[in-house]
């Protein structure tokens, strides 16, 4: 699988893990950033074997760069599932890929992981509730300590034991963080909520009314509702087992939101025409006659990246995506779409201090001309102005950008008042990787530091500002 793109150039895995300042090479480091900006992505510790499924397969590593008195400082670490630890005692990769339709067996792995899956905590790094947790898509996140060093499975006291999203959302007001989980068997598709101060205080709670198992990436939430967008990409064991795809993409089916009241309420279901997402940015409920608050029946307003397939193998004709406004009446049951603007964009952020009301800047990646049509590949970051309708955007003119990701100025209560952070890449892959920080007010002047890392960050996924806690 060594020749497969995600393998290769930016995306080539590193496997040097270090623990060196950095250096700023460019404009200052405002000096009240103070805090980590820390960013997880697949980086396999082997080469893989039978298959390589990007964005979902192997292994996480977690990149940190810490900021303080404006100066920065470089780490990373792998994170250390028991998987990796057997193949890094092996030498070599025991868990074929997740496409191969193979596992391994006791002779390979031992009598207590023969059969299983890789575990896939690649995707995000989140921190909730005193956890620094890096997330797998669909199976229990891993603890890591303040060094980066993986502690333990996370399955909160054994309440959450089938696992998790990678994309939980945390409600900025009442600090409870809340996911959604799929499985392969009923009831399919589950949500729990966790309190700000860890305890599980609703677990696995079934979404009725989903009959096949689906594959879900991002949920999104407001002060009422979790939205579960359900596309038409369903899991088929039965195809997996006779050597076909384990993923089925069935556009003729449509697409279900669901909206789930917080309050544990019926589940209501809006239907429309097919589309994808692998990212929201955000979500909130309209406001009544006269600005009265929305509730749970209010139409939801959810901006998102939509594309017209997922990709992964499975596009059946030309691909396309948008950065798309969708209205969902949770009443009516109807999906309204309005496009804010056609193009190869991906990793929609928001001020996350706004996640669950209304917000203002969304940023994102955005693919130019200029760079190498590979999906996950971005040279620009792109912020919309949801008020005024405008964009702004800088590329970087030698590199690739990651999702970026909102750090607050500190003491500043004003909305988009900060800084959009993000890891630049070399697109040969070779050079020595760069931090850059961004005006919020004015990314397009291009960064206001730009920080020369000590190592070579394979572009990745999902990344958050942490700011250092009192
Ligand atoms: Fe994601």
């Known amino acids: 699988m060594s020749g497969d793109v995600h393998l290769s150039g930016p995306f080539r895995p590193t496997l040097d893990e270090i623990d060196q300042p950095a250096t700023v090479i460019s404009g200052a480091l405002p000096p009240e950033l103070d805090g980590e900006y820390l960013r997880n992505g697949p980086n396999p510790r082997f080469t893989p074997v039978g298959s390589y499924l990007y964005p979902l397969e192997g292994d996480g590593m977690v990149h940190a760069v810490t900021l303080r008195d404006g100066t920065a ?70 603890c890591l300590g303040p060094d980066l060093a993986t502690v333990k499975r996370e399955t909160f006291d054994g309440a959450l034991p089938v696992g998790m999203t990678a994309h939980p959302k945390i409600d900025p007001v009442t600090g409870e963080m809340v996911v959604f989980c799929y499985m392969l068997e009923a009831p399919f598709l589950t949500w729990s909520v966790i309190d700000r101060d860890g305890r599980v205080t609703r677990s696995d709670t079934p979404v009725p009314g989903v009959l096949r198992p689906v594959m879900i990436h991002d949920m999104a939430l407001t002060e009422h509702s979790v939205v579960l967008v359900l596309s038409p990409l369903f899991f088929d064991v039965m195809a997996a087992m006779r050597g076909g795809s384990l993923l089925s993409w069935e556009p003729d089916e449509g697409t279900r939101v669901a909206s789930v009241p917080r309050d544990g309420g019926a589940v209501k279901w809006a239907h429309g025409d097919t589309f994808w997402t692998w990212h929201m940015a955000n979500a909130f409920h309209r406001t009544g006659p006269g600005g009265a608050p929305g509730t749970a029946d209010s ?72 760079a190498p049509p590979v999906p996950g590949a971005f040279d620009a970051v792109r912020v919309f102005d949801t008020a005024t309708g405008r964009a702004s955007m800088w590329t970087a003119e030698d590199g690739l950008v990651g999702e970026p990701s909102f750090a607050p100025r500190p003491g500043a209560s004003a909305p988009d008042d ?36 000590p190592a070579r960050v394979p572009l990745g996924l999902h990344g958050n500002w942490l700011p250092t806690q009192e």
């Open 73 to 142: 400082h470089y780490r990373n670490r792998f994170v250390r599932t028991p998987m990796v630890q057997l193949e890094e005692q092996a030498g070599h990769v025991l868990w074929p890929g997740l496409m191969s339709g193979r596992t391994p067996t006791a002779d390979e792995v031992g009598p207590e992981l023969a059969g299983s899956f890789r575990e896939m905590p690649d995707i995000n790094i989140v921190r909730h509730s005193g956890r620094l947790m890096a997330m797998a898509e669909g199976t229990p996140p891993f």
């Open 299 to 370: 139409p939801i307003v959810v901006d998102m990246v939509q594309h017209n397939n997922p990709g992964m193998g499975l596009r059946s004709g030309p691909h396309t995506s948008a950065f798309v406004r969708t209205t969902i009446d949770p009443v009516a049951g109807s999906i309204e779409h309005e496009e804010i603007e056609a193009g190869r964009l991906e990793f929609p952020r928001i001020d996350d201090r706004l996640l669950g009301s209304a917000h203002r800047q969304v940023a994102m990646g955005h693919r130019t001309a200029a």
């Open 418 to 453: 900060g800084w959009w952070l993000t890891i630049v890449a070399d697109p040969a892959g070779v050079a020595h990787s760069r931090l850059v920080v961004l005006d919020a007010a004015d990314i397009a002047a291009g960064p206001v530091a730009t920080v020369q890392l």
